[in-house]
């Protein structure tokens, strides 16, 4: 519709006729475009980083039952962890409690297993033990147990490429150092209760030690670690927990000690000891040994006791003590957490960039146009999510959330002048 104003002669006579006013092409200030494309910019990188988990929990534990089992085959998004309460106050687990504990959990077919604590040996129980190790690897139920902190001690290696930024932005790390060294054994780790009752490491419920170093600066990651590592490689195939000597080594970075980045998944913050600290979760199952051999003697009996089976089937169980419940529920919220795969830094990179262009689209269109690729991008994103929690995966949100915005803000009518008359 055109526009016209009326033209008024100078000699105060007739006025003219009405001549059309071209319409000025919308043209947004290039200071807001560049403020916007920051913004994107910056819910990236809050992306990238995990910033936004504590909101996504909530919205997933929102989602049917039914869709988290359909995903993950448990309940929760994440593994399912169960506490095996050895003899209390004692310094070292017995290695025939050892034994008779994993020669029942063996029947009840959980996904693996640690052993959180030291074990005494002896001739007798340790040929026992390592009977019944062998019978799990034979079935494939991985068993995490730590090394002893001497110098004969020989640690997995971890694949961890380090770098640390000039001296003004490192934080600096203070990790423990292990007597020992590294080897090309598949499994390998140290108990982080040797450091703390050492006193070596500094003791809080709310932490767990991810790892420590040789004398030669080379990584050793704790059995906490470990479990982790089993987690994240087990969830890549969908099917069980791969072996140590066939699954993929990823390759992991560590930025100025404290940013790891896993391949696929949150970013986890470290403290400068290589500690992760967090707040404790839920209550863990647990059962003390006493209770657990009753019904494995009953189970082989033939007694029912199917509802008590349920708690370690297919469960990441834990040989430990009763003390030990605060740093499983951290490693229940870590390990939901880490369950959720990620789409790879340089599509989500990608991703921001196609969104800043759609901005810079819509910004020199008109106000329509605008909107219309507004109601697009949110479907679409949509769809998108609704795709990849099909598959496990949480869609980088965040970015196309905040261009959509943009979008319709910069679709929003303009106040007209009011001189004007059609």
């Known amino acids: 519709m055109a526009l016209y104003y009326l033209k008024e002669s100078d000699d105060g006579g007739t006025p003219a006729a009405p001549t059309a006013l071209v319409k000025p092409k919308n043209v947004s200030s290039p200071i807001l475009s560049i403020a916007f494309g920051t913004i994107i910019l910056l819910a990236t990188f809050v992306q990238l980083l995990g910033l936004t988990w504590p909101l996504e929990e909530r919205l997933l534990k929102v ?23 050895m003899s209390p106050g004692e310094e070292a687990f017995p290695a025939m409690d050892v034994a008779m504990a994993l020669r029942g959990l063996g029947k009840l077919h959980p996904s693996r297993i640690m052993i959180a604590g030291k074990v005494t040996s002896d001739k007798e129980s340790e040929q ?35 770098y640390d930024p000039p001296n003004f932005f490192h934080l600096g790390t203070h990790w423990v150092t292990l007597p020992g060294s590294i080897s090309d054994k598949e499994q390998g780790c140290f ?15 709310e932490s767990l030690q991810l790892f420590a170093k040789t004398a030669q600066g080379e990584v ?20 069980g927990i791969e072996s140590p000597s066939t699954k993929k080594q990823e390759i992991l970075w560590l930025l100025g000690g404290r940013l790891l980045l896993i391949p696929n998944r949150s970013p986890l913050v470290l403290t400068a000891d290589g500690s992760l600290r967090t707040k404790a979760s839920s209550p863990i199952n647990s059962s003390s040994l006493e209770d657990f ?13 199917s509802s008590y089976d349920t708690a370690w089937n297919d469960a990441l169980v834990i040989l430990g003590k009763k003390s030990d419940q605060p740093f499983l529920s951290i490693l229940q919220k870590l390990a939901s957490k880490l369950a959720w795969k990620h789409l790879p830094w340089s599509t989500q990179l990608l991703l921001c ?8 689209t819509g910004q020199y269109c008109n106000g329509i146009t605008s909107l219309i690729i507004a109601l697009f991008l949110m479907l679409g994103t949509l769809a998108a999510i609704a795709s990849s929690l099909s598959h496990g995966i949480l869609f980088p949100w965040l970015t196309p959330a905040v261009t959509t915005l943009f979008l319709i803000i910069s679709g929003l009518p303009r106040k007209r002048n009011s001189g004007l008359v059609t």
């Open 63 to 85: 989602l049917p039952a039914t869709w988290i089992t359909k995903v993950h085959g448990v309940e929760n998004f994440g593994p399912k962890i169960a506490l095996l309460e």
């Open 128 to 162: 026992l033990l390592l009977g019944v190790l062998s019978t799990l690897r034979a079935e494939g139920i991985n068993v995490i147990k730590s090394q002893a902190p001497t110098e004969a001690a020989r640690y997995h290696c971890i694949p961890l490429c380090r």
């Open 191 to 205: 108990l982080p209760f040797d450091l703390h009752s050492s006193g070596t490491s500094q003791f809080t419920p």
């Open 220 to 239: 050793v990651g704790s059995t906490w670690w470990h479990v982790i590592e089993e987690e994240v490689a087990g969830k890549e195939t969908g099917v």
């Open 293 to 305: 051999l009753l019904h494995a003697e009953q189970k082989e009996r033939g007694e029912p006791t």
């Open 353 to 360: 960039t196609a969104c800043i262009g759609l901005l810079v």
